[in-house]
């Protein structure tokens, strides 16, 4: 028979052993707590301490903050890890736990790797997740971090709209921020996004403002930066020698920064000034730094009159851009957007009925518990008590079976409106992705026939009435004096259409929707209205 003090020792040596296996082993815990400690000021450092960490040493919860920190400082230290599986450990851990703040991070960086990847629409869905959760913290940083990579990967996607518009709000993030350098970086993206999709007046302005300011703050890099995208915009702007006088001041900055992209630029320049032998210098630096970037060796070749050596350049050039385009063409990002946008608001939707419901059940037991007290007490008329206990009964039967039947309708209606909604959405989606005449016919065919749907028209009126407080008769009671196509106009914008689903809705061109939106929102700011502020953020 073993002793009292034999079995607690026993125990204590059980106890001891378990706790030592679920716990972490210390010396690794220190070097994972001091390289999240010294990750924002020195990742170099934090990075070299990760690499000492055993992960096996490391229970659940610790494994994944190494996860978290390593992706983090792999990411920091400007090493692009393209495969998931590392980042993913850290995401399914905290998926399911409280602590926002990782989550958020855990997210963040699974963006990253995605975007990395070129995986642009995972990456856009993990960035989206990531806002929600930075939104709720008031994390401005990582909103400023999220947005520049949201208008990073619609420049991508070539969507100028998009880019223009994350660039600047994750400009506007990182003002609230003490954190000047990614303040300037964000206000160069807000350049970069405007250069890219032509807009070069706005453009110039802002990269002349960082140039100003990286002078300022004495940063090079970022001076460098700034300079050559105004290079860029002269070269846009067909001003050759001043595009030639700064890739040359740039050159002479640093020519190792000088990359393919801005070789074939200078090269192109002084083709188009006559200086051949400038422009083969240069449009052969490009082709050495990148055998695909032939363009100036095209338009060398083509301007001194040796066609078939310009068309074999040409056809490079052209397959280079090809791959290009159908990388991209193969990801629905924007259909990735609209997803998660409808799934947020179908989950907001049903929380409100969830607590609309709940509080009509609590009324209603209120009701029936105090009728059940009120005839309780009335011991004087047995037959009256029953009666009512019997109406009681019927009453709760009743209004079991009625809320029943309004679920059911509910889900039905909702399902079969949503579908038809989400159907416009990506049948628009494909006409302007389609480069197919037969498939742009037939998508034409079925679109024109809902654009000119008076009951879906109707049917839409009534749900946005519905649930925006009726919205749509506020606004044509006020706003009398309107075009047809105007009201419809804002339905759309009610119901949250894509600006492409509404062109084609309306059979215009994007640039006419912009024009259509952009004078009723000035109608709408010029007449008094009541509502006015309700309206007017339904066009943000």
Same mark, same amino acid.
């Not at 008076?454 to 506020?474: D, G, P, Q, T, V």
């Not at 309107?482 to 894509?498: A, G």
């Given at each position: 028979?073993?002793?009292?003090?034999?079995?607690?020792?026993?125990?204590?040596?059980?106890?001891?052993?378990?706790?030592?296996?679920?716990?972490?082993?210390?010396?690794?815990?220190?070097?994972?707590?001091?390289?999240?400690?010294?990750?924002?000021? %020195?990742?170099?450092?934090?990075?070299?301490?990760?690499?000492?960490?055993?992960?096996?040493?490391?229970?659940?919860?610790?494994?994944?903050?190494?996860?978290?920190?390593?992706?983090?400082?792999?990411?920091?230290?400007?090493?692009?890890?393209?495969?998931?599986?590392?980042?993913?450990?850290?995401?399914?851990?905290?998926?399911?736990?409280?602590?926002?703040?990782?989550?958020? $991070?855990?997210?963040?960086?699974?963006?990253?790797?995605?975007?990395?990847?070129?995986?642009?629409?995972?990456?856009?869905?993990?960035? $989206?997740?990531?806002?929600?959760?930075? /939104?709720?913290?008031?994390?401005?940083?990582?909103?400023?971090?999220?947005?520049?990579?949201?208008?990073?990967?619609?420049?991508?996607?070539?969507?100028?709209?998009?880019?223009? !518009?994350?660039? *600047?709000?994750?400009?506007?993030?990182? $003002?609230?921020? !003490?954190?000047?350098?990614?303040?300037?970086?964000?206000?160069?993206?807000?350049?970069?996004?405007?250069?890219?999709?032509?807009?070069?007046?706005?453009?110039?302005?802002?990269?002349?403002?960082?140039?100003?300011?990286?002078? =300022?703050?004495?940063?090079?890099?970022?001076?460098?930066?700034?300079?050559?995208?105004?290079?860029?915009?002269?070269?846009?702007?067909?001003?050759?020698?001043?595009?030639?006088?700064?890739?040359?001041?740039?050159?002479?900055?640093?020519?190792?920064?000088?990359?393919?992209?801005?070789?074939?630029?200078?090269?192109?320049?002084?083709?188009?000034?006559?200086?051949?032998?400038?422009?083969?210098?240069? %449009?052969?630096? %490009?082709?050495?730094?990148?055998?695909?970037?032939?363009?100036?060796?095209?338009?060398?070749?083509?301007?001194?009159?040796?066609?078939?050596?310009?068309?074999?350049? /040409?056809?490079?050039?052209?397959?280079?851009?090809?791959?290009?385009?159908?990388?991209?063409?193969?990801?629905?990002?924007?259909?990735?957007?609209?997803?998660?946008?409808?799934?947020? !608001?179908?989950?907001?939707?049903?929380?409100?009925?969830?607590? *609309?419901?709940?509080? %009509?059940?609590?009324?209603?037991?209120?009701?029936?518990?105090?009728?059940?007290?009120?005839?309780?007490?009335?011991?004087?008329?047995?037959?009256?008590?029953?009666?009512?206990?019997?109406?009681?009964?019927?009453? =709760?039967?009743?209004?079991?079976?009625?809320?029943?039947?309004?679920?059911?309708?509910?889900?039905?209606?909702?399902?079969?409106?949503?579908?038809?909604?989400?159907?416009?959405?990506?049948?628009?989606?494909?006409?302007?992705?389609?480069?197919? *005449?037969?498939?742009?016919?037939?998508?034409?065919?079925?679109?024109?026939?809902?654009?000119?749907?008076?009951?879906?028209?109707?049917?839409?009126?009534?749900?946005?009435?519905?649930?925006?407080?009726?919205?749509?008769?506020?606004? *044509?009671? =006020?706003?009398?004096?309107?075009?047809?196509? !105007?009201?419809? /106009?804002?339905?759309?914008?009610?119901?949250?259409?894509?600006?492409?689903?509404?062109?084609?809705?309306?059979?215009?061109?994007?640039?006419?929707?912009?024009?259509?939106?952009?004078?009723?929102?000035?109608?709408?700011?010029?007449?008094?209205?009541?509502?006015?502020?309700?309206?007017?953020?339904?066009?943000?």
């Amino acid at each position: 028979m073993i002793n009292t003090t034999t079995r607690n020792l026993l125990l204590t040596f059980i106890v001891m052993l378990l706790l030592s296996a679920c716990g972490s082993d210390s010396k690794q815990l220190t070097l994972l707590d001091s390289a999240e400690k010294i990750m924002t000021v %020195a990742p170099d450092s934090a990075l070299s301490q990760l690499r000492e960490i055993d992960s096996q040493k490391l229970n659940r919860a610790d494994n994944a903050r190494y996860a978290l920190l390593l992706s983090q400082a792999l990411d920091k230290n400007f090493i692009d890890v393209s495969n998931d599986s590392l980042i993913n450990i850290a995401v399914e851990y905290y998926e399911h736990k409280r602590d926002n703040h990782y989550k958020m $991070l855990a997210l963040y960086y699974q963006g990253r790797v995605k975007y990395n990847a070129q995986d642009y629409a995972m990456s856009i869905n993990a960035l $989206l997740k990531s806002e929600k959760i930075a /939104l709720k913290l008031n994390d401005n940083f990582y909103l400023g971090l999220i947005y520049r990579n949201i208008s990073d990967i619609y420049n991508m996607i070539y969507w100028g709209e998009g880019s223009i !518009e994350y660039a *600047r709000k994750s400009y506007e993030c990182f $003002l609230k921020t !003490e954190h000047e350098k990614h303040t300037l970086y964000a206000l160069l993206n807000i350049g970069i996004s405007l250069y890219n999709y032509k807009n070069l007046t706005e453009s110039e302005n802002s990269i002349r403002e960082v140039i100003t300011l990286a002078k =300022q703050y004495n940063d090079s890099s970022l001076y460098y930066d700034a300079t050559k995208y105004l290079g860029d915009i002269y070269w846009l702007k067909e001003d050759y020698n001043s595009a030639i006088s700064i890739y040359n001041e740039l050159l002479s900055i640093d020519y190792n920064l000088f990359d393919a992209t801005q070789y074939t630029r200078l090269s192109t320049s002084y083709s188009c000034l006559g200086l051949y032998d400038e422009a083969l210098k240069y %449009a052969m630096c %490009a082709y050495e730094l990148d055998s695909l970037s032939t363009w100036g060796l095209y338009l060398v070749n083509n301007y001194q009159h040796n066609y078939k050596e310009a068309l074999s350049y /040409l056809q490079r050039e052209l397959k280079q851009q090809n791959d290009v385009l159908n990388d991209i063409s193969t990801q629905n990002v924007l259909q990735t957007v609209e997803n998660f946008k409808r799934l947020e !608001e179908e989950s907001l939707n049903k929380a409100h009925f969830l607590e *609309r419901l709940i509080i %009509a059940i609590i009324i209603i037991t209120i009701i029936i518990i105090s009728v059940i007290i009120i005839y309780g007490r009335s011991k004087t008329n047995k037959i009256e008590s029953e009666r009512n206990m019997l109406v009681i009964q019927n009453l =709760q039967q009743n209004l079991s079976v009625k809320n029943q039947m309004i679920e059911s309708l509910l889900e039905e209606n909702t399902d079969l409106f949503s579908m038809r909604l989400n159907t416009i959405n990506e049948l628009c989606d494909i006409y302007y992705q389609s480069n197919s *005449r037969n498939a742009y016919n037939n998508i034409m065919e079925v679109i024109n026939k809902w654009g000119q749907d008076r009951e879906l028209i109707a049917e839409m009126e009534k749900s946005a009435n519905k649930y925006h407080e009726n919205i749509i008769m506020k606004f *044509r009671s =006020q706003y009398k004096d309107l075009y047809d196509y !105007e009201y419809t /106009l804002f339905l759309y914008l009610v119901m949250n259409f894509s600006s492409r689903t509404i062109a084609t809705l309306l059979q215009i061109n994007i640039d006419v929707f912009y024009n259509r939106k952009s004078k009723l929102k000035r109608k709408i700011n010029t007449q008094q209205s009541n509502d006015k502020e309700k309206f007017l953020k339904y066009f943000l």
